[in-house]
């Protein structure tokens, strides 16, 4: 891990650590997709990795990120947006509450949704 629990904690408020680690996985698939070499391409790392992500998204989806808004709110915003726009949003049809978690933010932080592609 880049940075120690304690630093995050700090970082990321109350949304812990472990949930926004596992949105990192997504960018080693789009890395696995699209940068290497087909014939080196492993399906089941990928299969992994997607596990990582779903696992979070399940989280997520239990129990969506609540209280005043804080870095770790953001941060968690980013990794879906992230998801939608290199994956389609495939995400959003297995979790319908952080889906509106995620349009209650975009309409409360006209700023974040203003950045959206």
Do not use: N
């Amino acid at each position: 891990m880049l940075f120690d629990s304690t630093f995050i904690s700090v970082i990321y408020g109350r949304l812990d650590w472990a949930r926004l680690d596992c949105f990192g996985h997504f960018r080693l698939i789009r890395y696995e997709q699209t940068t290497r070499p087909e014939s080196q391409r492993s399906a089941s790392w990928i299969e992994l990795q997607q596990g990582k992500i779903d696992r979070a998204l399940a989280v997520l989806e239990a129990a969506p990120p609540a209280g005043e808004r804080d870095v770790g709110h953001l941060a968690t915003a980013c990794a879906l947006g992230y998801l939608d726009y290199r994956f389609g949003g495939a995400w959003r049809a297995g979790a319908p509450k952080l889906v509106a978690w995620l349009e209650a933010f975009m309409r409360d932080i006209p700023s974040f949704a203003a950045t959206t592609v």
